[in-house]
């Protein structure tokens, strides 16, 4: 039995949610979070709380029971407190700004490098080495987080790049100079 899968999920006050034809709908303050589901599982809604019940006893259902309870709680969480990744720029030279809906960022690189908003996902920069990705949908959040990092990777000699605020870099030792036999 899945021991993720078999959690209930609380409803939060001010959070609405309906189950109709495979599809989960959460309402709340921050968005509107649609997700589809399989047939191997169904949701159900009683006492403001969410279980998400297998139909049968195969391998398939177990697993699905865990990941569906699991991306209906990140749409219960996103759609009341939302999703954060924080990046940080390091590098000599590198800084970006918000101008509109874009960030401008530069980056090293012959001209500046422009990213837009996407709908459901903010970007602030609160200062000039710090980007801030938020929205109510997690995995939404996280490959718009990855798509800016990947538009500078992070250079392991002197750790320049893109990288995310609590990430550990190890730096490789550079040559040793006059080094004798």
Aim: proline share 4%; hydrophobic share 40%; charged share 25%.
């Amino acid at each position: 039995m899945s021991r993720i899968g078999k959690l209930p999920i609380s409803i939060p006050a001010g959070v609405s949610v309906e189950v109709k034809d495979n599809v989960v709908t959460v309402k709340g303050a921050k968005d509107t979070l649609i997700q589809d589901f399989s047939k191997n599982v169904s949701v159900e809604v009683k006492d403001n709380e969410i279980y998400v019940v297998r139909l049968d006893e195969t391998t398939d259902s177990n697993a699905k029971q865990g990941l569906y309870r699991q991306l209906i709680h990140n749409m219960v969480t996103g759609v009341k407190e939302g999703f954060k990744k924080a990046l940080a720029v390091k590098g000599v030279g590198y800084k970006l700004s918000k101008q509109g809906n874009k960030l401008v960022m530069n980056l090293g690189l012959s001209h500046p490098v422009e990213f837009s908003e996407v709908p459901g996902i903010t970007l602030e920069a609160p200062d000039n080495n710090t980007i801030i990705v938020s929205g109510a949908d997690k995995q939404l959040v996280g490959a718009i987080a990855a798509k800016i990092k990947a538009l500078r990777p992070i250079e392991p000699y002197h750790g320049y790049g893109i990288r995310y605020a609590n990430e550990t870099v190890i730096l490789k030792p550079g040559k040793s100079a006059g080094k004798k036999k």
